[in-house]
Structure formats: C-alpha cells, structure tokens
C-alpha cells in the first residue's frame, strides 16, 4: 500500500523558516519522482517543487530561490526547507509521487499539511 505522510507544517512569522517532511512507503522510491504542492484558500493546486529520480529538481516560479527540495533514497523520505517565507505562502503543502516531475498528473498523495505565515 502507498502512504506519503507529511510533516512539518505550522505557523511561522514572515521572513521565517520551515522544514516539511514527505515519509514514503510502498513503492520502490527510487524509481519515482516526488513533488510537493500547495493549494491555497479558493486557488488552485499548484506545484511548488519536484524532485526526479536522477536527482534533478525543478521549482515553481514563485519559489524564487528560496525553497530548497532534497530526497534521500536510503531514507525514503523528500524535504522541502523553506526561507524567505511570506505570508502568500500560506496553505496546505501537499507531497506526491509522480511518475516524472513533468507528468500531468499524480499517482498518490498525501493528507497534506497546514503551512501559515502570519504576524
């Protein structure tokens, strides 16, 4: 059974710093991509960034650099760090795992997690 749980959600002031967390199970992790997204209230779901199996990485636009996305295949386990955050930022950060980072869609997801950027 596939399961990608993430973690690491929470309120941060602007400016701050985050650190989600996407844990996998059930697949050969190796052989897949794995992105994270985000959807806003009353948005669409958007990717924020993707990372492929040979270990290149692709960002939305609006990361800017000041998202970082890493996977560790021993681990089983994607992160993405977050800097620079702000308060556009805030929504529910979602992990999945795609066949490639350009796929048009996703295979699974997980239940997602909270991200707030607020004073």
């Known amino acids: 059974q596939v399961q990608l749980v993430e973690s690491g959600g929470g309120l941060v002031q602007p400016g701050g710093s985050l650190k989600l967390s996407c844990a996998t199970s059930?697949?050969?992790?190796?052989?897949?991509?794995i992105a994270w997204f985000r959807q806003a209230p009353g948005k669409e779901r958007e990717m924020v960034s993707c990372s492929s199996t040979d270990g290149s990485t692709r960002d939305g636009a609006f990361v800017e650099g000041r998202f970082t996305i890493s996977r560790d295949n021993s681990k089983l386990t994607v992160d993405l760090q977050m800097n620079g955050l702000k308060p556009e930022d805030t929504a529910i950060y979602y992990c999945?795992?795609?066949?490639?980072?350009?796929?048009?869609?996703?295979?699974?997801w997980g239940q997602g997690t909270q991200v707030t950027v607020s004073a």
């Open positions: 999945a795992r795609r066949y490639y980072c350009a796929s048009p869609t996703s295979l699974d």
């Open positions: 059930g697949f050969t992790f190796a052989d897949y991509s």
